[in-house]
């Protein structure tokens, strides 16, 4: 069973970086795509970024910019910065897989295993 | 971005009774293979979500067949034939046609 589990900033200060690590288990981090979503306090949920395999990754524009994803494959962690935070960044984040779509003849994706989210507080 | 709209905004239900969700996307989440790019999850109460219905129809691994997704071009449907009380929890639908993955504001199902 592939488990994960973020870490926990906590409390990050208005303009400040934060910064995020998932621990994965149960499957090899190469050759999978994962993902970093966040939920806002009033429970919407927003896609932040993805990776593959350390060469590919791709970012919600909205997040301009402020976004960048990092793996460790020897620690099977990988890892999200977020820079110049406001408030606006509040919410809990979670990491995800996105695994492949099984017995179908094209490549489809979808969020198959979640870790258990963690809040994030974006206050002076 | 495709906007992604749900409805009801919360549903309540008798146990046994059945239940609908709809989800209405901005642009057509039809994809040139013939299948529609339309995910469903439930996130329970305290939990994270989970996956249950992927490309509008397909169930995922291990969800009872009382879910089943239906639709095509902008116009989804979730339906529980036969509401348990372990259904409760917010329901989002999610497009993965186009650019950055889009949800539904969710629609909260509880039992009466």
């Known amino acids: 069973q592939v488990q994960l589990q973020e870490s926990d900033p906590g409390l990050v200060k208005p303009s400040e970086t934060l910064s995020l690590t998932c621990s994965v288990s149960g499957a090899s981090i190469r050759g999978h795509y994962w993902s970093w979503i966040r939920q806002f306090p009033g429970r919407g949920l927003e896609w932040v970024a993805y990776?593959?395999?350390?060469?590919?990754?791709n970012y919600n524009p909205s997040l301009k910019s402020r976004a960048t994803m990092s793996v460790d494959t020897s620690k099977q962690q990988f890892s999200l910065r977020l820079s110049s935070v406001t408030a606006a960044d509040t919410a809990v984040y979670y990491c995800?897989?996105?695994?492949?779509?099984?017995?179908?003849?094209?490549?489809?994706?979808?969020?198959?295993?979640w870790g258990r989210g963690t809040l994030v507080t974006v206050s002076s | 971005d495709i906007v992604m709209t749900q409805s009801p905004l919360s549903l309540s239900v008798t146990p046994g009774e059945p239940a609908s969700i709809s989800c209405t996307s901005s642009?057509?989440?039809?994809?040139?293979?013939?299948?529609?790019?339309l995910d469903w999850y439930l996130q329970k109460p305290g939990q994270s979500p989970q996956v249950l219905i992927y490309l509008g129809s397909k169930r995922a691994s291990g969800v009872p067949d009382r879910f089943s997704g239906s639709g095509s071009g902008t116009d989804f449907t979730l339906k529980i034939s036969r509401v348990e009380a372990e259904d409760v929890g917010v329901y989002y639908c999610m497009q993965a046609l186009q650019g950055p993955r889009t949800f539904g504001g969710g629609t909260k199902v509880d039992i009466k």
């Open positions: 642009q057509s989440l039809l994809h040139s293979n013939g299948h529609n790019y």
């Open positions: 995800a897989r996105l695994g492949k779509a099984d017995y179908i003849s094209f490549d489809y994706y979808y969020f198959d295993f």
């Open positions: 990776f593959y395999n350390s060469v590919t990754t």
